[in-house]
């Protein structure tokens, strides 16, 4: 089940994704300090798989009692001249919120973290979005989670606005390569030695998130049947027709994708589109 980092304690949460990190990328892992970083770099979006049976907490699920206290604890910040996060009007009207996020200050504790599966996320900030990272614990691959949790963050770039996704990948990672092509992503260049310390080269790859129309046809290469890609966030199960040629078979290993210079990357990825490897 794919869920928002946000419906659980983030110091747990970083630790857990460095905990993976270090397993699955050895060298290139990034540290507790850099997850923590990304997870609060701005215009970021980020998720994590967990098992089916650990629903997270919202604010639905808090007492009366919980509730009064963090209104008070809000009202009392107030008058205190502190500058609170979440005003009176917006704790009462939160009932979707993270439970978290609203409650911390009162001293409401977050849910337990469940088993994190696997994580992933982008940046969007209003031209390309560009996949920072995705990542499937060993004792999870080949279960399609990369698959689920790649497609949701493709339908949810598409509903930001975004015209493109942008990533690298290692140019010996099979399956990686193979789960994007099966996805739509087309190769755009070459990377040499993008990879450090393994100095190893990278792909750079693109799918378009709004295809050119073509007389009264939309150009669409891929669709995904919302059903086959596991339990998503509610809500959302209806909107992941982008990923609807995925097969079901998808062998969902450990993915790495990192974007070093994030703020270069568009003109780098569009000024080697036509690279040839030399």
Known sequence: MIADIDAFDRDTVIGRIAQ???????????????VREELSAPARTYIIDIPDEAVPMTMA???DAELHNAIDT???AADAGQSTPTPTEQVIASTSQPAPAVLARAGVRAPALPTIRGYAGYWYDGDDAELMTIGVG?????????RAMLCWLIDDARKRGAQRMLLEVRVDNEPALSLYRRLGFTRLGLRRRYYQPENIDAYTMSLE????????QTMQSAH???DSIGNIMPGSRGNLDSCRATEQAMAATAISVRTMNRKTNRLAIDQTQKEEER
Request: charged share 25%; net charge positive.
């Open 224 to 226: 995904v049947n919302a």
């Open 209 to 216: 998130l709004r295809p050119p129309i073509v007389g009264f």
């Open 138 to 146: 060993e004792a999870y691959q080949r279960q399609g989670i990369a």
């Open 20 to 34: 993976l990190e270090r397993k699955l990328f050895g060298r290139g892992a990034w540290s507790e300090k850099a």
């Open 61 to 63: 699920d808090v007492s």
């Open 74 to 76: 809000a009202v009392a």
